[in-house]
Nanobody
Framework: QVQLVESGGGLVQAGGSLRLSCVASKLTFSGYVMGWFRQAPGKEREFVAA????????YYADSVKGRFTISRDNAKNTVYLQMNSLKPEDTAVYYCAANPDRPWTRSNYYTPGSYDYWGQGTQVTVSS
């Protein structure tokens, strides 16, 4: 069974940085799209960033563009989310997601239902 395990969350002051990691097991990592989503209390799960396998193409939500960077290390079966200039509104549980790399439309990358596999989440709290 595919496993995605996130780590790196925590409490940080506004303006600070965190790096999230997601280690994947029991899947051929290099054939998968990897994504990050987040969910704040009382809100729907929302897209943060995604990265394809074939070309390493990246996608970002407008709210994080220029502050967050997604990257992947296929040799380590790991995807990262570097988060800089954090804001209180970034506070949420962050989830890693995976799906076989397919010729998606842009909207597929942004849609939680497009992804087959999910991690358990890691809490990120940004204090003001």
């Amino acid at each position: 069974q595919v496993q995605l395990v996130e780590s790196g969350g925590g409490l940080v002051q506004a303006g600070g940085s965190l790096r999230l990691s997601c280690v994947a097991s029991k899947l051929t990592f290099s054939g998968y799209v990897m994504g990050w989503f987040r969910q704040a209390p009382g809100k729907e799960r929302e897209f943060v960033a995604a990265i394809t396998w074939r070309r390493g193409t990246t996608y970002y939500a407008d709210s994080v563009k220029g502050r967050f960077t997604i990257s992947r290390d296929n040799a380590k079966n790991t995807v990262y989310l570097q988060m800089n200039s954090l804001k209180p509104e970034d506070t949420a549980v962050y989830y890693c997601a995976a799906n076989p790399d397919r010729p998606w439309t842009r909207s597929n990358y942004y849609t939680p239902g497009s992804y087959d596999y999910w991690g358990q989440g890691t809490q990120v709290t940004v204090s003001s």
